[in-house]
T-cell receptor, first 114, second 117 residues
Framework: DVKVTQSSRYLVKRTGEKVFLECVQD?????MFWYRQDPGLGLRLIYFSYDVKMKEKGDIPEGYSVSREKKERFSLILESASTNQTSMYLCASSLTGQVAYEQYFGPGTRLTVT | AQKVTQAQTEISVVEKEDVTLDCVYE???????LFWYKQPPSGELVFLIRRNSFDEQNEISGRYSWNFQKSTSSFNFTITASQVVDSAVYFCALRLGGTGGYQKVTFGTGTKLQVIP
């Protein structure tokens, strides 16, 4: 059974703190993604990684960075959390290839920045 | 630029009713893929279906069916005889074809379906 896990379901942080969100997949997928989900806005891509140590900016990378040191793990970092980063964060992974493979999602981390 | 529109923000139906979730997309590319995902209250999006732009054949899977019409740029999703377990947010998504580099997936804003017992 395929699995994407995220380190926390709920997280509360203070403004200015450095925040780490961890994502692990056990499917040997090349691609990993971080999305942010807000009401009325759907899913917006923050960063994408297609290989170890490789990353690409998505639609809203400002205020975020990522790290992929191992194939199965993709971390999202908020260098200095702000209240407008309060949101649901979703990690996903997929195969790569000629076909557009579906993405497998984790359960999400609901982050509140106070 | 690519775009996905799910005009229905929220829909409520009584159990056993049929319901159709609309999805309209925009792209200038001729090769693309369309997806539907379900997000139950637990939060984890679950893949339902993928369609490529060269396959307009409608698909049925149990109580679920999908109607892909390139002429109207729509990929609608119908649930027949809805059940309470169908209550979720449903997302339509579009990805362009091609293998060069990353092909972005654009998600719609989602339709929240509530099935009332």
């Amino acid at each position: 059974d395929v699995k994407v896990t995220q380190s926390s379901r709920y997280l509360v942080k203070r403004t200015g703190e450095k925040v780490f969100l961890e994502c692990v997949q056990d499917m040997d997928h090349e691609n990993m993604f971080w999305y942010r989900q807000d009401p009325g806005l759907g899913l917006r891509l923050i960063y994408f990684s297609y290989d170890v140590k490789m990353k690409e900016k998505g639609d809203i990378p400002e205020g975020y960075s990522v790290s992929r040191e191992k194939k199965e793990r993709f971390s999202l970092i908020l260098e200095s959390a702000s209240t407008n980063q309060t949101s649901m964060y979703l990690c996903a992974s997929s195969l790569t290839g000629q076909v557009a493979y579906e993405q497998y999602f984790g359960p999400g981390t609901r982050l509140t920045v106070t | 630029a690519q775009k996905v529109t799910q005009a229905q923000t929220e829909i409520s139906v009584v159990e056993k009713e049929d319901v159709t979730l609309d999805c309209v997309y925009e792209t200038r590319d001729t090769t693309y893929y369309l997806f539907w995902y379900k997000q139950p209250p637990s939060g984890e999006l679950v893949f339902l279906i993928r369609r490529n732009s060269f396959d307009e054949q409608n698909e049925i899977s149990g109580r679920y069916s999908w109607n892909f019409q390139k002429s109207t740029s729509s990929f609608n999703f119908t649930i027949t005889a809805s059940q309470v377990v169908d209550s979720a947010v449903y997302f339509c998504a579009l990805r362009l074809g091609g293998t060069g580099g990353y092909q972005k997936v654009t998600f719609g804003t989602g339709t929240k379906l509530q099935v009332i017992p």
